[in-house]
């Protein structure tokens, strides 16, 4: 399988959003489906880091999750919408009237690595100490909220991956729920959905030109437009936390439980890991197969990480060879004076090659 990438969100804030494309992909979306579509559609600036954030962001305080009040006469209200994922939780305020958002007020993502943590544990549990730093960063957010007069019932959270897997992911989010922030757990093929629409509200071209490539912590999910105009799917548990525990464990036959990491990584450690991982992978579909695929992700996210490795936004399968070779044999120490480790909120240079 030959793809070429493009990363759709290289920058920490904003990109322009064409939401003129978007109705051309929503003839067979599901219902649930529309009202994210919807939500992606009416936003007049997206930042790609924060994909499902705008969903939540304006159906934040209407009741259900996925219904999606539209009235022209609806009033300017302020929203805050949290994206509790796998490797990072993420917080937008905006003003929204209606479906559209008027006006980002704040946005942030800090990293919490949740799926990392669930791999380190011995009992699949997310441990005491990742779950209290995820509501210490949930606790800063909503004195944000506090601060801006975020109305208590204006504020709504989405979940991914890692806490449908997680023994323990469910107790997680009711504490979550006792900080008094609804949130909802987010199927794979819903993360897929969102991914997609984000995909081509970024892309230039029409919806059903447009494959779109989300990878978090756990998972990942690559969604298109199908011929009949609904979305046909690659989806895979395969993320930062579980591709990092597979080289530690795995290959290098070291102990990630007991806090071992990566570094540094020998080249025949590498080559051992893209096996396992080409093993552990579904059979790509043929519609999948040479395509050039829109790639969604936040300062951390694998794609933004192979861009700065590489000075460059658009790249293949030999750039991003290119980037690893680069990598490797490095100790922590020298990784962190690269680019992809600089800057605030940046994740720790043990997860750079596994990502990569």
């Not at 509790?84 to 006006?103: F, H, P």
């Not at 450690?269 to 096996?275: G, K, N, P």
């Amino acid at each position: 399988m030959v793809l070429r990438c493009k990363v759709a969100q290289v920058a920490m804030r904003r990109m322009t959003c064409r939401s003129a494309l978007i109705p051309n992909a929503l003839g067979a979306l599901t219902a649930r489906q529309k009202s994210v579509a919807a939500a992606i559609e009416n936003s007049n600036e997206a930042d790609a880091t924060t994909s499902l954030l705008v969903a939540a962001l304006l159906t934040a305080g209407a009741g259900s999750w996925w219904w999606l009040r539209r009235s022209e006469a609806t009033p300017m209200k302020r929203r805050a919408a949290f994206d509790i994922g796998s490797g990072a939780t993420k917080l937008m305020i905006a003003d929204v009237r209606g479906t559209t958002v008027a006006n980002e007020l704040f946005g942030q993502e800090m990293p919490v690595s949740f799926a990392i943590d669930w791999k380190q544990s011995s009992d699949g549990k997310l441990s005491c100490q990742i779950q209290e730093k995820g509501l210490d960063v949930l606790r800063g957010f909503l004195k944000k909220c506090d601060e801006l007069k975020v109305p208590a019932d204006a504020r709504s959270a989405i979940a991914t991956e890692v806490f449908r897997k997680a023994a323990n992911g469910g107790e997680y989010l009711s504490k979550v729920r006792d900080l008094g922030i609804p949130v909802k757990v987010l199927t794979q093929e819903e993360e897929a959905a969102v991914g997609f629409m984000t995909g081509v509200a970024l892309q230039d071209g029409p919806a059903n030109e447009v494959v779109c490539w989300d990878s978090g912590g756990a998972s990942f999910q690559i969604t298109s437009q199908s011929p009949e105009g609904g979305l046909q799917r690659y989806l895979g548990e395969l993320g930062t936390g579980v591709v990092t525990h597979l080289l530690v464990d795995s290959v290098q036959g070291k102990n990630f439980a007991a806090g071992q990491m990566p570094n540094p990584v020998k080249k025949e450690d590498a080559d051992r890991l893209v096996q396992e991982l080409k093993r552990k992978m579904p059979d790509a579909p043929e519609w999948l197969r040479g395509s050039r695929v829109t790639a969604l992700g936040g300062p951390n996210s694998m794609f933004v990480v192979t861009s700065q490795a590489l000075g460059q936004t658009i790249y293949g399968p030999s750039d991003v060879r290119r980037a690893l070779t680069a990598t490797l044999g490095l100790e922590d120490s020298k990784l962190a004076a690269m680019p992809f480790c600089q800057g605030e909120n940046r994740e720790p240079p043990a997860y750079v090659v596994p990502k990569i």
